[in-house]
């Protein structure tokens, strides 16, 4: 039996229809400032599509491009101004940042009314705490791809492979609070292909290309492929694909899965940021 394909680009395309309904049913438009720091260039096309798609959604584009020499204390004081300008909605600052910078004490400045990354500490522990926030966005793009898929999440075993910031670990929240049991493996994880079997999900996030074999899937597993790599023979995942295809019962594609979501969350987050302050 062959996989269903989990289609990102179709499901990203559903989210940005619903944000620019939402967008033009209120009074002003939400303001998304991206903050990129230096040149680097992959940080400019991932900032250039986010402003495009913010544009193309009816949301008004607040970018702002900073010297790679700005100082710490001068970048604190660009996103101070941001988060108490009432005219800007989110506030998305680009990572990595040139290395004379300290992202952590940068992010905590951001409100977690206005963190559409959902990666402040704030938005962390409120996830945590099972409290409403903002969500950072690849994982909550996965849970979006789930849903639609029908996956059932409550009691099925979800194994998720990374265990970062910005990936693993919020996965890993937001499996455990739609009621699944959550298995996290990360770099020391013993007898990995042992637990990943197991999974009934299995949401690959390590950052290492193909690493998830057919030995490691379970038979009509659905797998979440959050890797990207771009190899010389051309795009690919965590997850070696052709190998798993005949395994799984869902699976996302690389390129075309999880990529598509995490900008449509980040606009979903703009939006959904916009109505708690009009609500406020
Ligand atoms: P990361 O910060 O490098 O984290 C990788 C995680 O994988 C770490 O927790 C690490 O464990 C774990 N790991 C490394 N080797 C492992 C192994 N052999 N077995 C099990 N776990 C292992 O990466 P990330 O930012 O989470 O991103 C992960 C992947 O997703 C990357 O390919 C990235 O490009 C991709 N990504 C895609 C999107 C998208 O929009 N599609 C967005 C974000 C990220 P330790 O903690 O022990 O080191």
Do not use: F, W
């Not at 952590?104 to 945590?128: F, H, N, Q, W, Y």
């Not at 739609?178 to 197991?198: G, K, M, Y």
């Not at 390590?206 to 795009?235: F, Q, S, W, Y």
């Not at 690389?254 to 609500?279: R, S």
């Amino acid at each position: 039996m062959t996989a269903d394909i989990i289609d990102g680009k179709a499901a990203a395309a559903e989210v940005r229809a619903e944000v620019e309904r939402g967008v033009a049913a209120l009074d002003t438009p939400p303001g998304l400032a991206t903050l990129l720091v230096g040149d680097d260039p992959a940080s400019a096309i991932y900032v250039a599509s986010k402003r495009k798609q913010c544009t193309r959604l009816g949301m008004r584009d607040l970018h702002q491009h900073l010297p790679a020499d700005i100082g710490q204390d001068e970048l604190t004081t660009v996103i101070d101004d941001l988060a108490t300008d009432p005219t800007v909605t989110g506030i998305l600052l680009q990572l990595p940042l040139p290395r004379h910078l300290d992202p952590a004490p940068l992010i905590a400045r951001i409100p977690p009314t206005k963190d559409v990354d959902g990666l402040t500490e704030l938005s962390a522990g409120r996830l945590t705490l099972g409290r409403p926030g903002l969500r950072p966005c690849t994982p909550a793009g996965v849970m979006h791809l789930l849903a639609r898929a029908g996956v059932k999440l409550e009691g099925a075993n979800a194994v998720v492979v990374g265990r970062s910031a910005l990936v693993g670990k919020p996965q890993a929240q937001l499996l455990l609070a739609e009621n699944a049991t959550v298995t996290t493996c990360h770099s020391r994880t013993r007898d990995l292909t042992e637990i990943t079997r197991r999974a009934d999900i299995l949401v690959a996030a390590a950052g290492i290309p193909r690493m998830i074999g057919p030995d490691a899937v379970k038979p009509g597993a659905i797998v979440i492929d959050v890797g990207m790599h771009r190899l010389e023979t051309g795009l690919c995942g965590d997850v070696d694909t052709d190998a798993v295809i005949d395994i799984a019962g869902m699976i996302t594609p690389v390129p075309g899965g999880v990529g598509p979501m995490t900008i449509a969350m980040l606009l979903q987050n703009t939006l959904h940021a916009a109505e708690l302050a009009t609500a406020s």
